[in-house]
């Protein structure tokens, strides 16, 4: 990540030609179009790169989260269980629909503890919500495996794992729905903009009304169009959807490039007995976006990320202090500080979490330090760069 990175003349030439129509909107004006919908192509490529029936793109990896649970039905009162390392978006849409986010502990995958999220299952829980956090996965046959037992929908957030895979299956492919994000920071990018996946017909029909205001999308006169249900403005334009068109070709080229530089990481710091790494669950390939890794403690940890930073390695992260990232900086959700009033369901059911243990997400998060895998980063480079980074860990050790 980021795809941005490595722009050139493909992704110049797939905006040229939505200019060159004048059509910015991925719906109606057939007759200027000169045959030029973008919207659909990056749904029919995604698709097919994902081995899914259907693609719907929407205006941002948030849209697509909030889209894709609004399509099956998830509404007021409904429990969406999510990991306490993820990003805002993943309770953000849920709460937009009036939903109950619960926050459930990660294990040594950095995502959900099927563990934990059994024992979080109540009466009300509707979805299980995996974040394929930093490029790998959660065990996702675990999770399926209670989401069968108690009937709950699996909904993969790979916003930040395009191209990983589990049991052979494009990562968000594997739940019943799964959510991209292209923004500006994602592996591939589109500026903004958003993809939901999913082999349900239903799923798919209810994704594209919902995110056009409801309209069926039956003809070219948007006019005439009826509206089976409510929706709201998500769609993606031409333009964005042209460099994701671009981009999305690219992303074996852009994996490539990614596992590459992981591996020259990854072999210099393995040689370091104090350092382990992330678990990814049997059956799973990463993306190779970050690279995780644990101290053996949190004081080591926050030593190892400040002595990155200080001597030059950029783009590393200590996640828990991270207020995007891990609940313990979430005040504004903790809180409940809504701009409005939120949905009854919301208070009613709101967790005590205050009394709630989540020292094992402590015990993981705490001992992180997370590398972000660069696209821009040349072969030459890499070696001195991990040589560096084994240098500064073990001079900590
Ligand atoms: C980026 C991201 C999102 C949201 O995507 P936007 O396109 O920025 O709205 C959601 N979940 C995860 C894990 C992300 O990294």
Redesign the pocket.
């Known amino acids: 990540m980021p795809g941005f990175e490595r722009f050139g003349a493909a992704e110049k030439e797939q905006v040229s030609e939505v200019l060159d129509t004048g059509v910015l909107m991925r719906y109606g004006f057939d007759g200027m179009r000169n045959g030029t919908w973008k919207a659909l192509e990056l749904e029919r490529d995604l698709a097919k790169r994902m081995q899914v029936k259907h693609a719907q793109t929407v205006?941002?990896?948030?849209?697509?989260?909030t889209v894709a649970l609004a399509s099956a039905g998830v509404g007021a009162g409904d429990e969406v269980l999510i990991p306490t390392f993820?990003?805002?978006?993943?309770f953000e849409?849920i709460l937009a629909l009036g939903a109950v986010p619960i926050l459930v502990n990660i294990d040594d995958t950095l995502t959900l503890d099927p563990d934990a999220v059994a024992k979080a299952v109540t009466k009300r829980t509707k979805v299980v919500m995996p974040?394929?956090?930093c490029g790998s996965m959660a065990d996702l046959r675990a999770l399926k495996n209670i989401c069968d037992q108690h009937g709950l929908l699996l909904l993969e957030?790979?916003?930040?794992?395009i191209g990983g895979t589990y049991e052979g299956k494009p990562l968000g492919s594997y739940g019943d729905l799964g959510?991209f994000?292209?923004?500006?920071?994602?592996t591939i990018t589109c500026g903004?903009?958003?993809a939901i996946i999913t082999d349900s017909d239903l799923y798919k029909q209810n994704a594209d009304r919902y995110s056009d205001h409801g309209h069926d999308h039956n003809g070219s006169d948007r006019g005439a169009e009826t509206h089976p249900n409510l929706g709201y403005n998500f769609r993606i334009s031409e333009l964005n959807a042209a460099v994701g068109v671009a981009q999305l070709k690219r992303l074996d080229e852009f994996l490539a490039v990614q596992e590459r530089n992981y591996n020259i990481l990854h072999t210099a710091l393995k040689s370091i007995p104090e350092v382990s790494f992330r678990r990814v669950p049997k059956g799973g390939v990463q993306s190779y976006a970050f690279l995780n890794f644990f101290m053996p403690t949190q004081q080591l940890a926050k030593k190892v990320h400040t002595a990155f930073g200080e001597n030059g390695i950029d783009a590393c992260f200590y996640w828990y202090d991270n207020n995007w990232h891990y609940f313990r900086q979430w005040e504004h959700l903790l809180q409940q500080k809504s701009l409005g009033k939120m949905a009854g369901a919301v208070y009613e059911q709101w967790p005590d979490y205050d009394r709630m243990d989540f020292s094992t997400s402590d015990h993981w998060m705490g001992r992180t330090v997370s590398c972000l895998i660069k696209l821009g980063w040349e072969a030459d480079d890499m070696e001195s760069r991990a040589q560096k980074m084994a240098e500064i860990i073990r001079g900590l050790v």
């Open positions: 205006s941002s990896g948030t849209a697509a989260l993820t990003f805002v978006a993943s849409a974040v394929h956090m957030d790979a916003c930040q794992a959510c994000s292209f923004d500006y920071v994602k903004e903009g958003g």
